[in-house]
């Protein structure tokens, strides 16, 4: 008779910590669903922002070519993408080739008509990709590749000096 109830209650216990462990199952793959479902979300957010032309690039960290990444703490720059216009204003960190004389462009600074504008969506890794050419001072071309959270890397090719990248984060422009 004992061994019939420890049987007996043995089996309950393996019965009620399996159905404990589909329950919780279940409710992981739900929350695997709604993690997906919220990337998704914030990846068509941005992609309304970067096709609205209407956001600013916050440069938190520069990567020169060649050298160690470089914390743009106390010197932050940013990139203004305003319908067919961008500005940029960001500390510069490399080899300069030529500079004009008295020219006060230290950094990558420029501002003019966006041409060569190319934007492409990749689904499957969720990212996008924008790109442009501006001639100011020099001629810059710019690649960003923005995250589905708004994450984004962008790399400036210039004439006068060597490449360099940058990463930060975009954002609705909300200047005038």
Known sequence: MRTKMKILYLVLILLTG???SLLAQKKDKRSKKSKQEEKNAKFVQVQKLIKSRNFIFDAERALPSGGQPVELVANPGQIIVQKDMAYAGLPYIGQSYTSMYGSQH???DFKGKMEDVKFKV?????KIYFSFKV???????VTMEITYNG???VTIISQRKSSISYSGKVSVYEGS
């Open 122 to 126: 990749n689904e499957k890794k969720r």
């Open 18 to 20: 399996t159905g404990f």
């Open 151 to 153: 994450g984004c890397s």
């Open 106 to 108: 230290v950094g990558m």
């Open 135 to 141: 001639t100011d001072n020099d001629v810059y071309m």
